[in-house]
Structures are given as structure tokens and as C-alpha cells.
């Protein structure tokens, strides 16, 4: 079936998932997570496919969530935020936990949830010109979509240098810190995708699936119980005036005004 913001096709035992937003610079709202639920479980119900790729149509990876996304949960109250909040995790809940391993192949920007979704990801293969960060915290918000994520890949140490300061890294630096499994000239990055996945496909997928599983066990608890502190929490900064400042600042294109109330 079409989708409206992802492409999707099967070929060689492989399942190709493409973020399909350009005109966005592949930012993602909450109709996107839910389309991305639906292809997961499609995938997590095929046993012909072996591995899956996830790439992104266009210059950049993602920019992130819609800023108006957040915008819209900001008046809500706390029931129906949650309610919204959760969904959008479950969706990410809903593509990490595919058995088959997933490969992300990430250019351009990967910011904000974008980086979170590649956190999914069993292999992260990047441009070395793509750039990262972890922004929210700009304009007072706090990383709601699976923080603990990143903090499993990379430590607390380099997940908080990024989330607490919001500032751009390169790729190579990302790849220092742990985040990407390989960095590659961008004229080169598909075909080094493809050298991976001849290793992957090489290989007993049911013993690929169980160690990836195994392997992420341990920590499956703590996240659950990290986005549910993440959401508890952005709700209660929802409701300073330093989000309201962020919200609006950023609306009317200003440097916002924060005084810590």
C-alpha cells in the first residue's frame, strides 16, 4: 500500500524504509511515526525479509520532530498529552524492536528525533559530511522520544554534552563517541551500506536476529522506564514560561528571552 511520508519496497530479502519528506527536510510528526508503526510490524511479520535499510529521501536524514507538534500538546491537559506522547514513542518502540537488523544510512542533517530514529538502528553508517545534534533543549525542551537510547550507544558523559548543550557535531566526532559504526566519503556511503549488508545476508538470520535481541535485553526496562520519566517531566516544563518563550520566540523568528521561571 502507498504511504504518505515514508516509501517502502522489499527486493533481495531486504526491506528499504524511506523517510519520504523533503520538502520538510524529513522532519517528522506523529502521522509519520504512525505509518512507520504500520511498516514495522509488516516487517516484523515477514520472514522472507532478512535485513532493512533505513534512509531518507533528499538532502537530509531529518531535521527532527515538528516543532508544532509539541506546540500542540503544550495546552493539553496532562491525560491527552500523554496519550499523544506515548503514541509517538510506541511508533519508535515499534521499529527498534524489529528482529531483523536494521542498517541506517544517514547524509545531511540528523537532528532531534532524527537522531533518535538512527538510534534504533543496529548500524549507522554516515556521510562524513552529515552533521548532528540534539537541539531541544534551545527552546526548553527536553529529548522525549527515547533519550536513554543515545546513552546506551554513546555514555552518559556524550550523551549529555549533546543534549544539555545542543550543539552540532561531525560526523567523525560522532563516530569517536561510538554513535556510527562507519564513516564514508558521501559519493561512497551506499555502496558501503551494501558491503555491510552482504555480511549481514551472509549469515544465519535467526542467529543475527537472537544476538541483536540478547543484546539489547538488558536495557530494554530502563529505556521504558526513561520515557516515561521523559514524558512526566516535559509536562511539568510545558507549563513554565520559559517554554511558552521558546515556543513563541521561535515562531516569530527572535532570539528568545529565558528567565528560568
Given at each position: 500500500?502507498?504511504?504518505a511520508?515514508?516509501?517502502f519496497?522489499i527486493?533481495d530479502?531486504?526491506?528499504?524504509?524511506?523517510?519520504?519528506?523533503?520538502?520538510?527536510g524529513?522532519n517528522?510528526?506523529?502521522d509519520c511515526l504512525?505509518?512507520?508503526?504500520f511498516?514495522s510490524?509488516?516487517?516484523q511479520?515477514?520472514a522472507?525479509i532478512?535485513?532493512?535499510?533505513?534512509?531518507?529521501e533528499?538532502?537530509?536524514?531529518?531535521?527532527g520532530?515538528?516543532?508544532?507538534v509539541i506546540?500542540q500538546?503544550?495546552?493539553?491537559?496532562?491525560e491527552?498529552?500523554?496519550?499523544?506522547?506515548r503514541?509517538g514513542?510506541r511508533?519508535?518502540?515499534?521499529?527498534?524492536?524489529?528482529?531483523q537488523p536494521?542498517v541506517?544510512?544517514?547524509r545531511?542533517?540528523?537532528i532531534g528525533a532524527?537522531?533518535?530514529?538512527?538510534?534504533c538502528a543496529d548500524?549507522r553508517l554516515s556521510?562524513?559530511?552529515?552533521?548532528?545534534?540534539?537541539?531541544?533543549?534551545q527552546?526548553s525542551?527536553g529529548?522525549?522520544?527515547g533519550l536513554?537510547?543515545?546513552?546506551?550507544i554513546?555514555?552518559?558523559?556524550n550523551?549529555?554534552?549533546?543534549?544539555m548543550?545542543?550543539?552540532?557535531?561531525s560526523?567523525?566526532e560522532m563516530?569517536?563517541?561510538g554513535f556510527?559504526?562507519q564513516?564514508?566519503?558521501?559519493?561512497?556511503l551506499s555502496?558501503e551500506?551494501?558491503i555491510?549488508?552482504?555480511?549481514?545476508?551472509?549469515?544465519p538470520?535467526?542467529?543475527?536476529?537472537l544476538?541483536?535481541r540478547?543484546?539489547d535485553?538488558?536495557?530494554?526496562e530502563?529505556?521504558?522506564?526513561?520515557?516515561?520519566?521523559?514524558?512526566?517531566?516535559?509536562?511539568?516544563?510545558?507549563?513554565?514560561?520559559d517554554?511558552?518563550?521558546?515556543m513563541?520566540?521561535?515562531?516569530?523568528?527572535r532570539?528568545?528571552?529565558?528567565?528560568?521561571v
Amino acid at each position: 500500500m502507498p504511504f504518505a511520508h515514508w516509501q517502502f519496497r522489499i527486493a533481495d530479502r531486504v526491506a528499504t524504509v524511506t523517510l519520504n519528506r523533503p520538502g520538510t527536510g524529513n522532519n517528522i510528526n506523529l502521522d509519520c511515526l504512525a505509518e512507520l508503526k504500520f511498516i514495522s510490524e509488516a516487517i516484523q511479520a515477514d520472514a522472507s525479509i532478512h535485513a532493512v535499510v533505513l534512509r531518507s529521501e533528499g538532502k537530509h536524514f531529518s531535521v527532527g520532530m515538528d516543532v508544532a507538534v509539541i506546540q500542540q500538546m503544550a495546552g493539553q491537559p496532562f491525560e491527552a498529552y500523554a496519550e499523544h506522547l506515548r503514541a509517538g514513542q510506541r511508533c519508535i518502540d515499534a521499529f527498534e524492536a524489529i528482529q531483523q537488523p536494521i542498517v541506517a544510512e544517514i547524509r545531511g542533517f540528523c537532528i532531534g528525533a532524527g537522531v533518535i530514529l538512527a538510534a534504533c538502528a543496529d548500524f549507522r553508517l554516515s556521510s562524513a559530511r552529515a552533521v548532528y545534534s540534539l537541539p531541544e533543549v534551545q527552546r526548553s525542551i527536553g529529548v522525549i522520544m527515547g533519550l536513554g537510547r543515545v546513552t546506551r550507544i554513546m555514555g552518559t558523559a556524550n550523551t549529555k554534552r549533546m543534549a544539555m548543550l545542543g550543539e552540532k557535531f561531525s560526523a567523525a566526532e560522532m563516530q569517536q563517541m561510538g554513535f556510527l559504526t562507519q564513516v564514508a566519503p558521501d559519493e561512497k556511503l551506499s555502496a558501503e551500506v551494501d558491503i555491510l549488508l552482504k555480511k549481514i545476508m551472509a549469515l544465519p538470520p535467526k542467529a543475527v536476529s537472537l544476538n541483536k535481541r540478547i543484546a539489547d535485553f538488558a536495557s530494554a526496562e530502563n529505556l521504558r522506564q526513561s520515557q516515561l520519566f521523559e514524558l512526566e517531566q516535559q509536562f511539568h516544563l510545558n507549563q513554565t514560561q520559559d517554554f511558552k518563550e521558546a515556543m513563541q520566540s521561535f515562531f516569530e523568528k527572535r532570539p528568545p528571552r529565558y528567565r528560568g521561571v
